[in-house]
C-alpha cells in the first residue's frame, strides 16, 4: 500500500488553550476541532496529516527538520506568539526545501503593533491569517498543490 504525502500540521505557544483562551479572538475551535476537520480534509484531498503542538521553541524546529527529513509534502505552522520574536524560527523555515505555509485564526495587522511583524512571512511560501478555524483548511487546500 503507497503511503499518502504527509502535511506537517505545528502549532505554537499557547494553541493548546483554543477554545477557551480568548474566543472573541482566536474562536471557540478547540485543536482538536481543527484537527478532526484537518483530517477530514486531508482524506478527501489523499493526504495525510501530521498534527502537533508544543509550547517550545526547540520543539518546532526539530519539527521543520524532521518534516524535511521525512520528506513531508508541506507544512503548515501557525506560530502563535514566536511569530513576533523568532529568529531561531525564521532561520529553520528558511533551511529547509518543504514549503511552509504561515497561518494564523486572527489577523496580527488588525491588532496591537508588536503583531504586526512576522519573522516567519519573510521565509514562508505563503501567509493566511484573519479566516478563524478556516485558516487551517485553505491552507491545506494550497499545501495540496505543491
Same mark, same amino acid.
Given at each position: ?10 502549532? @505554537? ?7 477557551? $483562551? %480568548?474566543? !472573541? ?10 484537527? @478532526?476537520?484537518? !483530517?477530514? $480534509?486531508?482524506?478527501?484531498? +489523499?493526504?495525510?496529516? *501530521? ?5 517550545? !521553541? +526547540? ?6 527538520? *524532521?518534516?524535511?527529513? *521525512? @520528506? ?29 505555509? %504561515? ?8 491588532? !496591537?503593533?508588536? $503583531? $504586526? ?12 491569517? +484573519?479566516? @478563524?478555524?478556516? +485558516? ?11
Amino acid at each position: 500500500m503507497a503511503t499518502l504525502p504527509t502535511v506537517y500540521v505545528l502549532n @505554537g505557544p499557547n494553541l493548546n488553550l483554543l477554545g477557551s $483562551r %480568548e474566543p !472573541e479572538v482566536y474562536g471557540s475551535d478547540t485543536l482538536d476541532d481543527i484537527a @478532526g476537520r484537518l !483530517e477530514d $480534509r486531508a482524506q478527501a484531498l +489523499g493526504l495525510a496529516v *501530521e498534527i502537533r503542538q508544543s509550547n517550545h !521553541e +526547540g520543539h518546532l524546529i526539530d519539527w521543520l527538520h *524532521e518534516a524535511q527529513a *521525512e @520528506g513531508a509534502k508541506a507544512v503548515i505552522l501557525n506560530p502563535g506568539g514566536l511569530t513576533h520574536t523568532s529568529v531561531a524560527l525564521h532561520d529553520a523555515v528558511k533551511a529547509i526545501a518543504t514549503p511552509v505555509i %504561515e497561518v494564523h485564526l486572527s489577523n496580527p495587522q488588525a491588532r !496591537e503593533s508588536f $503583531r $504586526r511583524r512576522s519573522f516567519v512571512a519573510p521565509v514562508a511560501a505563503g501567509s493566511i491569517a +484573519g479566516f @478563524g478555524a478556516s +485558516g487551517y483548511l485553505l491552507a491545506l487546500d494550497a499545501a495540496a498543490s505543491f
